[in-house]
Structure formats: C-alpha cells, structure tokens
C-alpha cells in the first residue's frame, strides 16, 4: 500500500461546484502540503500544514481551503470550482524539523467543465 | 523570491550515455537538495538527496553539489529508456523557509534506444 494516498485519483466536474481531495498517509510525519502542477507552471504550494492546529497558506492559496482532520488526514476543497483550477494534485509529506525530502502521494487529475 | 533554474530540455541521449542534468538556486544558505523524477502524469519520485559539498552516488545516479557556485547536477550513468521522465530540482529553504522545497520547473530527458 502507498504511504500517501490520495483519493479521487480522477475527477471531473462542473464551474461552481464544490469539490473535496483526501490525503492520508502511514508515514507518521506531522508535516503535510498541498501543490498543484500546471504544465509550464511546475508545482506550486497551496497549503501546508505542521501539525493538526498549525495550518498555513502557500503561495497560490485563493479559491481553497483545507481541513487538517488529524495527523494522517489533510484534505483540500474547492468551494466553487473554477476552469482555471483544472490541474494535477500533489499531497506531500515531510519529517518534522528535519532537512529531508517531501514525500508525494499519487495524484489526482481534476477537470472541471 | 527564491528560485530554482533548470534547462527545460528536452535533453536527447542514446541508451548507455551519461545523462547530465543541471540546477542552479539562488538562496545562497540552502542546505538540502533534491532530485525527483516524474513520469509523464505521475507523481515526483526522490531518486537523490545532497546536503554536503561533493558528489553522492547511489547506482547509476550520482548527485553532484557546489554551494559556492550555487549549482547542483545530477548525472545518470548507463542511461535506459526507462530512463525517460522529467527531473525536478528540489531545494529546501533557509531560516523560516526551511519547511518549503521550492522546485525547478524540470528537465524532460529522452534516452533513445
């Protein structure tokens, strides 16, 4: 099984339409994060989170938010989806304090119509 | 603003070449590097991780840094068409940044059979 799994791993909705992306993970890291990748764009951060009461916005924060449900859970919503957020998903993980690496889940492909 | 560079490619070499990928970072006091590879429509996959001046090697990959000239390569020996992927630069940020891995946009390398 994945360390990091995100679910769905395909979407596709309607403008307008609020839409919620899951992420667990076993790694037991406390520190979880949210990219999408568009391409030419690379990954860019939307949100991070340190720990369940410690969330924080990345640089491309607007149109989303996020719920930090427990240590191993860190979902991310669109309100009201708009074309533009059509793109690839990336939950990540990362050791606390540490200098290692972000850990990446699988993905999801969002569309929206 | 922190910044990763990377050629973007795509960079074309036969099966059995030395691939050579490039990176520069302009925070001058990171500590930590990374290369991910990414199939097309995949998620990121840490192949490498350097945080001393030197090389590193791990298989057929060897991660090369230079602090003082801001640079960091990676090079792959041997390169097989499964070799084929895009390559992301990853550095860690410094101070109250050092939770944040800023990513090039990537390398796309094509090795041909």
Not at chain 1, 68 to 90: C, D, G, V
Not at chain 2, 16 to 37: E, H, K, M, P
């Amino acid at each position: 099984d994945a360390d990091v799994t995100q679910t769905p791993r395909n979407r596709i909705t309607k403008t307008g339409k609020r839409i919620m992306l899951e992420c667990s993970q076993t790694k037991g890291h406390d520190r979880m994060y949210w990219y999408r990748q568009d391409p030419g764009l690379g990954l860019r951060l939307i949100y991070y989170s340190f720990d369940v009461k410690d969330i924080n916005k990345g640089e491309i924060s607007d149109g989303y938010s996020v719920s930090r449900q427990a240590q191993a859970k860190f979902s991310l919503s669109l309100e009201s989806a708009i074309p533009n957020q059509t793109a690839l998903y990336f939950c990540a993980t990362s050791a606390t304090g540490g200098w290692g690496p972000q850990h990446f889940g699988d993905g999801t492909r969002l569309s929206i119509l | 603003q922190k910044e990763v560079e990377q050629n973007s490619g795509p960079l074309s070499v036969p099966e059995g070449a030395i691939a050579s990928l490039n990176c520069t970072y302009s925070d001058r006091v990171s500590q930590s590097f990374f290369w991910y590879r990414q199939y097309s429509g995949k998620s990121p996959e840490l192949i490498m991780s350097i945080y001393s001046n030197g090389d590193k090697e791990d298989g057929r990959f060897t991660a090369q840094l230079n602090k003082a000239s801001q640079y960091v390569s990676l090079l792959i020996r041997d390169s097989q068409p499964s070799d084929s992927a895009t390559y992301l630069c990853a550095v860690r940020g410094s101070g109250g940044s050092n939770y944040k891995l800023t990513f090039g946009k990537g390398t796309l390398l094509t090795v041909n059979p």
